[in-house]
């Protein structure tokens, strides 16, 4: 094989190797339980881990899923997210959960989370759901109408939303590919933003005038998370 040849394998298995740890790592141990204040803890993977020989079953147990969130807000949606922060026992394990509760009509707005894939299944209700795909894909919008017992893949990345399109309320529950999603609304982020994005930068970006934007900017951007 010529040495070229070589490298261009090389650099391609490169590539990939990247692309495959590009998530939450796979944990090189059982479990490694966060702490905030170790006294002789381990440092791994954002969170330091708790002595192996002081963990126990609560460590891995979280309780308050099967209570409906608050939806009495300008959205009609609330997200109960279960990450590391609220289960010390997720640490190095790259999965999380979250409830999300809707009221009628209520809807969980345009977001992205930045380093999990997500996959949603409906309890109750009907739910409008879909992702917008990147610029690579021509912005394709997949959308679909779910109702209970169907499952949906939001991928990596990609802009979602869920709407309650029912006169009931509904409920789903999602799990997600990291220990610690992240979450990035896009109307929050693209005008709520603190200090405000400039006039130009976002006059520009949508071709409007200044006082639409100035106008969406004054608005209070909840935040159901």
């Not at 499952?151 to 309320?169: A, C, R, S, Y």
């Amino acid at each position: 094989m010529e040495l070229h040849q070589l490298l261009v394998i090389v650099a391609i298995l490169t590539m990939s190797s990247s692309f495959v740890t590009a998530s939450d790592p796979s944990p090189l141990q059982d479990f490694c339980v966060a702490v905030n204040n170790p006294v002789d803890g381990l440092f791994v993977n954002g969170k330091f881990c708790k002595n192996p020989n002081m963990v126990n079953a609560d460590d891995f147990f979280f309780y308050g899923l099967q209570n409906p969130g608050n939806t009495s807000n300008p959205l009609g949606s609330k997200v109960t997210l279960v990450t590391v922060d609220q289960l010390a026992g997720l640490n190095t394990l790259g999965i999380s959960i979250a409830r999300i509760d809707f009221a009628p009509y209520g809807l969980n707005p345009p977001h992205t989370h930045p380093r999990a894939s997500e996959i949603l299944l409906v309890l109750e209700g009907t739910l409008y759901v879909g992702f917008v795909a990147s610029n690579q894909n021509n912005n394709t919008l997949f959308t679909k109408v779910l109702n209970k017992g169907d499952v949906f893949v939001f991928p990596e990345g990609m802009i979602h939303f869920q709407l309650n399109v029912g006169k009931t309320d509904a409920i789903a529950f999602v799990g997600l590919s990291s220990q610690n999603p992240g979450v990035i609304t896009i109307a929050n982020a693209v005008f709520g933003s603190k200090p405000p994005i400039s006039l130009d930068v976002l006059t520009k970006a949508f071709q409007v005038d200044k006082d639409v934007i100035q106008y969406l900017q004054s608005q209070f951007w909840y935040d159901n998370n």
